[in-house]
């Protein structure tokens, strides 16, 4: 099991000395709030700058072939090696919010010959994008790592303040 | 008793019906197995792959459909632990229409998760099965019921391939049944997708007509033959199902709790023969009866007594 995840984590490192060595401020240095869907969780502190570093400049490990840098992954090349830089790279310029509205799916479905008809929701671009490459490099991947639960989420979840009484369950619940 | 599988049962019937009621009732069985579903029907594609077992979806059914606040908060991950008789995982009870099982395969980093509820059935079998017509298999492709004429028979219990209807005991001179009902009600019939699909932080779900989900699947498998087995679970399975499911190549179906052996015909066919049967059982349906609630009742005041130690 470690094997892996430590050449993946020294490779990082690696890749990280290397591009801060060579390419000193090369990127936007900001910190994104991505906040537009909070509800269950507060938003996320989203440092871009330490992201484009840990990732040695790779942009397409997170935009895909959009933000300047070709695709990685041999699947997307085949298609996509030159494919150009977007002027919007953001994830939400492409990703949308509500994918199962009848209107999206409308878009999706009856374009004839669309190519890409499995393209995941915001939240779910999030969360695939991030997540994978987390787990893999021991960085942050609880619920409650990158955002907070708010109060509606406590409700949501029957937790924190809302946890049900231990034991009371048992006899039916529903005591909220 | 534990293994005595409910389509064992009902092949058991299948072979006794046969002997009671004899000669000729296969034709019509083959006819009314070809029915195939709604063309339009709507339909759920679950990428096992996907799924980090946060139980995000279990929260959103609890929410959706009013059910009583769980046991333990649904950010509770010690219920992966939890077992019932027999080292069996968690099951859909009449308290939680969808549970998220997690296995540990062999030869596999990670675990993996598995989203459980009712897969609603082209040709459902407990609709079939049902004496008083409780379900509905609506163009939609839910499998309802109307609880109000249910009469806890629990005939659907048995013709479950995938062991799904459950019944309410906390009224136990009139248990009715509880599944799953893809948020038919609130959601599914004005064109929107499951709670459960909505809430999921991966989208581990897509929702959409179950023939363009058919195509996504497998392009999704050719896309990536080295992640996905080649196989969308729930295409073909007993005539196929709403629901369908994709699976990593590290942890096959048959590794992770799915009935692989189920066959392409739909439940029907089983059914209808054990209904050849019927007439003879309706004679000694309120024994038969009697003795399903006193097996139920006595499972609950086992179940009762173990959680009281």
Redesign the interface.
């Given at each position: 099991m470690g094997m892996k995840k430590r050449r993946l984590l020294g490779l990082t490192l690696i890749a990280v000395m290397v591009s801060s060595w060579i390419l000193p401020g090369s990127a936007l240095a900001e910190v994104f709030e991505l906040d537009s869907m909070k509800n269950l969780y507060e938003g996320v502190s989203f440092d871009h700058d330490m992201h484009i570093e840990v990732t040695g400049d790779d942009c397409a490990v997170c935009h895909h072939h959009t933000a300047g840098t070709a695709p990685a992954e041999p699947l997307c090349v085949t298609c996509h090696a030159n494919s150009p830089e977007k002027d919007d790279p953001r994830c939400s310029s492409c990703h949308v919010k509500d994918v199962f509205a009848a209107e999206n799916m409308r878009k999706v479905w009856d374009t004839p010959r669309l190519y890409h008809r499995g393209k995941p929701s915001l939240k779910a671009a999030y969360h695939q994008g991030c997540l994978g490459c987390h787990e893999q490099n021991d960085a942050p991947v609880g619920c409650t790592d990158c955002h907070a639960m708010t109060e509606a989420g406590e409700k949501f979840y029957h937790t924190g303040t809302c946890a049900p009484e231990p034991k009371s369950a048992d006899q039916g619940g529903g005591h909220h | 008793m534990k293994k005595l599988n409910r389509r064992a049962f009902l092949k058991g019937g299948l072979a006794s019906g046969v002997a009671v009621a004899a000669v000729g009732s296969a034709k019509k069985a083959n006819a009314a197995g070809d029915f195939g579903g709604y063309p339009d029907s709507m339909g759920v594609l679950v990428d096992m792959t996907?799924c980090?077992g946060?139980?995000?979806c279990e929260?959103?059914c609890?929410?959706e459909q009013g059910l009583?606040?769980?046991?333990?908060?649904?950010?509770?991950m010690s219920v992966y632990e939890e077992q019932r008789h027999g080292g069996l995982p968690r099951r859909t009870t009449e308290?939680e229409y969808t549970i998220v099982n997690r296995y540990e395969v062999e030869g596999r980093?990670?675990p993996l998760f598995r989203k459980f509820q009712c897969n609603h059935c082209q040709e459902p079998g407990c609709l079939t099965s049902c004496f008083v017509n409780a379900y509905t298999k609506t163009p939609e492709g839910a499998v309802i019921y109307d609880a109000t004429v249910c009469v806890g028979c629990r005939t659907c219990m048995i013709s479950c391939p995938f062991y799904v209807p459950t019944y309410s005991y906390?009224s136990p001179t009139n248990p009715v049944i509880k599944k799953c009902i893809m948020c038919y009600d609130t959601r599914l019939k004005f064109?929107?997708?499951p709670a459960c699909?909505?809430a999921?932080?991966?989208?581990v779900m897509?929702?959409?007509?179950r023939t363009?989900l058919i195509g996504?699947a497998h392009?999704?498998i050719q896309?990536?033959p080295d992640r996905y087995v080649d196989h969308v679970y729930g295409e073909h399975e007993v005539g196929g199902t709403s629901w369908m499911y994709l699976t990593a190549v590290d942890a096959p179906f048959e590794k992770i709790g799915f009935d692989t052996h189920l066959g392409k015909q739909p439940i029907i066919y089983y059914v209808k023969e054990f209904l050849a049967i019927v007439p003879m059982v309706l004679l000694i349906w309120p024994a038969l009866f009697t003795g399903f609630h006193l097996l139920a009742t006595r499972k609950d005041a086992q179940k009762n007594e173990e959680?009281e130690s």
């Open positions: - | 996907k980090v946060c139980r995000t929260a959103a609890n929410k009583p606040a769980p046991a333990k908060p649904f950010t509770d308290k980093e990670q906390s064109g929107r997708p699909v909505e999921c932080p991966q989208q897509t929702f959409g007509k363009d996504l392009k999704n896309d990536r959680s």
